[in-house]
């Protein structure tokens, strides 16, 4: 997620870092008298809000319960947009917290530069994690052969959220299924009275989301993840071609008049679909679901829907974007005991259906699928048959990805051929200096 902050320091090691590791790990054993034996307060920093706070707030209340000795002091990170610089000026000014909420795999790697984080291998032996949770998630939160995150949920970003009452009045009888007929969505959309077909987040960071996917579609994968880590500039004509398509689509009319565009967060965005009834398609991530459920009252399935980002033909149709919420563990908080058996509730029965009632995804086999609804099941559907990668802005170092959005909103505003190279040469230059 994204950038208001501009923050572009890096933490470094300091004093607050004093003892770490000295702290002795034990495993627990589930039983009454395990339960018993951890204790104290648990300092959880947390920058959720909203309604996924609300289900945040009910999986902690399930830990004490089942932990009734331990009590969670919870430091708020508040703000708009990449919350990573709130995050930064509280762990800085010397907060010492137990336990962390990530997205943003760069910023993992920042922490354990900072000599912040502590690995968790070792609980995740001991608490036999690995028949609850693939591999490949235990992969996705190591660096350097050491696990460090716990993955908690996972999203599809490739998804394009919808009310199924927009394109019935449209007389669209199903969500379009390539590009082309997107394309052609628009017009019979705006002919249909909708101010635009497409709601473009442009405040801060998700506006980003379509050029993202469509460097997946339209290069693959491997292009991406070289794109990520520099191993490509960003003037390679396969990110050019990419950002060409979203220029074909700011040009068939799709999302207004760029101030408009650049109005709004995802949030407001969603509240011009859901509730004002003035736009249609919203690309952005499975919270989605649980703001359509829980704040606009919608009924999954029947008010709205997901479907997949349409086929664009040129050989990339299997790929997706994807993102993961993780747990990490400091190496500094004072209460290891209880970090660790917080993040093994995550892993549990209980809290997996929490999420999944919610509309989250867990990738642990505790859940009841069961609970999952037409949009989540569409969304796993997708993450489970395509050909995955992180989201590009969440692996940007903190300085580039700035960049890359402030770029990115020039580009709304002048989508043309030469803005386009004017746009990748300054992100480029910034990326040169970064990595």
Request: glycine share 8%; net charge negative.
């Amino acid at each position: 997620m994204t950038n208001s902050s501009r923050s572009t320091h890096e933490i470094r090691r300091r004093t607050l870092l004093a003892g770490a590791g000295s702290a002795a790990l034990m495993a627990l054993t589930g039983s009454a008298n395990a339960q018993d034996s951890v204790s104290g307060e648990l300092v959880v920093l947390n920058w959720l809000g909203g309604s996924e706070l609300d289900m945040m707030h009910q999986i902690q209340n399930a830990f004490t319960a089942k932990y009734p000795k331990v009590t969670i002091r919870e430091v708020a990170i508040t703000g708009q947009g990449d919350m990573r610089g709130g995050i930064r000026t509280a762990l800085m000014g010397g907060e010492v917290v137990d336990v962390l909420y990530n997205t943003w795999p760069a910023f993992r790697k920042e922490l354990l530069d900072a000599g912040m984080l502590r690995p968790i291998d070792d609980q995740w032996k001991s608490f036999g994690w690995d028949r609850l949770i693939s591999q490949s998630w235990k992969e996705l939160g190591a660096i350097a052969d050491k696990t460090y995150g716990l993955t908690y949920t996972f999203g599809d970003r490739s998804g394009i959220w919808y009310k199924k009452e927009h394109l019935a009045k449209a007389d669209l009888t199903e969500p379009p299924k390539t590009w082309e007929d997107f394309v052609a969505s628009f017009a019979k959309l705006t002919n249909a009275g909708f101010a635009a077909p497409v709601a473009i987040p442009g405040k801060y960071w998700a506006h980003a989301e379509w050029f993202e996917t469509l460097l997946l579609r339209t290069a693959g994968v491997e292009t991406a993840a070289k794109l990520g880590a520099h191993e490509i500039p960003w003037t390679d004509p396969a990110v050019k071609t990419a950002l060409t398509k979203y220029a074909e689509m700011l040009t068939a009319g799709c999302c207004g008049a760029p101030n408009t565009m650049l109005a709004n967060d995802w949030d407001g965005e969603a509240d011009q679909i859901f509730q004002a009834n003035a736009k249609n398609y919203l690309l952005i991530g499975m919270w989605m679901n649980n703001r359509a459920k829980n704040d606009y009252k919608l009924t999954e399935g029947k008010d709205y829907g997901l479907f997949q980002f349409p086929a664009l033909g040129m050989g990339h149709d299997d790929t997706s974007s994807v993102d993961t919420k993780e747990l990490l563990v400091t190496a500094n908080g004072p209460n290891p005991k209880a970090a660790d058996a917080f993040l093994d509730f995550w892993t549990s029965a209980d809290a997996a259906n929490i999420l999944a009632k919610n509309g989250y995804a867990s990738p642990s086999s505790n859940t009841d699928t069961s609970l999952y609804g037409e949009t989540q099941k569409v969304a796993t559907s997708a993450v489970a048959s395509s050909k995955l990668q992180f989201v590009l802005g969440d692996l940007l170092p903190g300085d580039l990805v700035d960049e890359y959005r402030v770029q990115l909103q020039k580009f709304l505003q002048d989508p043309s051929a030469a803005n386009i190279d004017a746009v990748l040469a300054a992100i480029e230059t910034k990326a040169q200096g970064s990595y």
